[in-house]
């Protein structure tokens, strides 16, 4: 219940918090975030792979916020295969960056991806995988905040990729 009642402050504060943007070397916050979990996995069945993670300009903690919270579900959602594979990388496109997670977990039936981003909306039961069903909200509202999109796709059993957009 506490961790809820925190989540759920960090989310109504995103609307008010004032955005203090500079450059963010997005490859050093992916990797300090990447090297967390796998410590904690201590095991040698997971490979991440990180590809080019293009800078940005952006509000240096919530987008560590960002990558924490779709970081953390990757590992958590690929966390009961015997082979963790994730992949984690940027395209630059015309107005913007693409910034993507893949990860090789349960997945989810694409039919209910509208319910991801909402409060509390979960695709899975709370027995199988633990959270508060707030960490996507997050993502979604300071993806906004910083004028960004963020999607996700996957299949049952195949995985997920999320995706963002952040402006040039």
Request: glycine residues 8%.
């Amino acid at each position: 219940m506490g961790q809820l009642i925190d989540d759920l402050l960090d989310f109504s504060r995103l609307g008010r918090k004032e955005m203090i943007c500079n450059d963010c070397d997005m490859d050093t916050i992916v990797r300090e975030i990447v090297q967390e979990h796998v410590l904690q996995r201590g095991n040698d069945s997971t490979e991440v792979i990180i590809r080019k993670l293009h800078e940005t300009r952006a509000d240096y903690t919530m987008i560590t916020q960002v990558w924490a919270n779709l970081i953390s579900n990757a590992f958590k959602y690929a966390g009961k295969k015997k082979q963790v594979h994730i992949e984690i990388g940027s395209v630059e496109e015309e107005k913007s960056i693409r910034y993507y997670i893949k990860d090789n977990g349960v997945g989810f039936d694409p039919t209910y991806k509208h319910k991801l981003f909402g409060v509390f909306q979960r695709l899975h039961k709370v027995e199988e995988f633990s959270g508060t069903g707030v960490g996507l909200a997050i993502v979604q509202r300071i993806v906004a905040r910083h004028h960004g999109k963020v999607w996700a796709d996957a299949q049952v059993d195949q995985g997920a990729t999320f995706y963002f957009t952040l402006p040039k």
